[in-house]
C-alpha cells in the first residue's frame, strides 16, 4: 500500500495537468469549430488525423432532361416517390415555377449509368434539371427563361465550366435521348451554356476518323451509332440520322477545338 500511494499521488498529479491541457484543448477546437472524428469509410488498417482543411464537394456538371409527363404535377410525384427510385435536384415547369428536389450538395438519382469525357459517375459530380416535357413539344419560353436564371445562378456559384452543361442524351447516348430534339442548345450556349460553333469553320482533319473524334469531344462510343445519334440530336437536329455528314464531322472538329481551348 505504502508504495502505491506515493505512485498514485505522483500519478494524479501529472494526469490533473494532462486533463487540464485536455480540458484547455477542448475548449479551443470547439471555440475553432472542429469537426468531430472521421466516420470509417474503409476496412483497411488506416490511422486517423483529422484535418480541418476542408468543405464540401462541388458540383462540375449540369445535366439536363425532360421529364416526358404531361404535367409537372406528375413529374413532382415520380419525383418524389421513394418507390420509384429516381430524382433530380430541380423541375422546372411549363410555366416557369422552379421546384428544388434534392439539396445541390448531395447526389441526387438523374443520369444513372452515365460516361463523359472520361467521367463514369456524373450522378457523383453534376446537378440535375428537369424540364417538364412530354419530349414530342416545343420546350415553353417561361420555363427555358427560368432555366437561363438558374444555370446562371449555378455556374456563377460553382465556377461550371462552359462544357459541362450536357443533356441526359449527351451522357447515356444508348438509354436515353432527353432532353429531345426541340431543346434549344444554340440559345443557351449563346449564354454560356455549353458549347456551340457556327457551321463549316473547321475542316476535319480527313485522317481522324469518326469515332475518335466523337470520343475526344466526350461522349462513349461504345455504341457507335447511338453515340451518333446523341451527337445529331444535339448539334443537327434537322437531320436526324445515324450518319456523320462532312458538316457534321467539320462542326466536331470544331466543337473538340474549342473543348481543348478550356
Ligand atoms: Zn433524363
Not at 10 to 27: H, K, Y
Not at 62 to 69: A, E, K, Q, R
Not at 217 to 233: E, I, L, P
Not at 236 to 251: G, K, V, Y
Request: charged share 20%; glycine share 8%.
Amino acid at each position: 500500500m505504502n508504495a502505491i500511494l506515493p505512485k498514485r499521488t505522483f500519478f494524479s498529479a501529472s494526469a490533473g495537468l494532462r486533463l487540464c491541457r485536455l480540458v484547455v484543448s477542448l475548449a479551443v477546437l470547439a471555440i475553432a469549430g472542429c469537426a468531430p472524428l472521421l466516420p470509417s469509410r474503409t476496412s483497411l488498417p488506416v490511422e486517423v488525423r483529422p484535418s480541418p482543411n476542408f468543405n464540401e464537394r462541388r458540383p462540375n456538371f449540369v445535366i439536363l432532361h425532360h421529364t416526358s409527363n404531361d404535367t409537372a404535377a406528375r413529374a413532382l410525384g415520380t419525383l418524389t416517390d421513394a418507390a420509384r427510385a429516381v430524382s433530380a435536384h430541380y423541375l422546372i415547369s411549363r410555366d416557369g415555377r422552379i421546384y428544388y428536389l434534392v439539396d445541390e450538395l448531395a447526389r441526387a438519382w438523374h443520369a444513372g449509368e452515365s460516361y463523359w469525357g472520361g467521367n463514369s459517375d456524373l450522378n457523383s459530380a453534376s446537378i440535375g434539371i428537369e424540364l417538364d416535357n412530354n419530349g414530342d413539344e416545343p420546350f415553353a419560353d417561361d420555363q427555358i427563361a427560368a432555366l437561363l436564371a438558374l444555370l446562371a445562378d449555378l455556374k456563377q456559384r460553382y465556377g461550371i465550366p462552359t462544357a459541362n452543361f450536357l443533356g441526359h442524351g449527351d451522357v447515356a447516348p444508348g438509354r436515353k435521348v432527353d432532353p429531345s430534339r426541340w431543346f434549344p442548345w444554340e440559345r443557351l450556349a449563346g449564354q454560356g451554356f455549353g458549347l456551340w460553333c457556327a457551321p463549316g469553320v473547321f475542316p476535319a482533319p480527313p485522317d481522324q476518323d469518326d469515332a475518335t473524334l466523337l470520343a475526344t469531344f466526350g461522349y462513349d462510343v461504345s455504341d457507335y451509332f447511338a453515340a451518333v445519334g446523341a451527337f445529331k440530336r444535339r448539334f443537327t437536329p434537322d437531320d436526324l440520322s445515324r450518319q456523320l455528314t462532312e458538316h457534321d464531322r467539320a462542326l466536331l472538329q470544331c466543337l473538340v477545338s474549342k473543348k481543348q481551348e478550356r
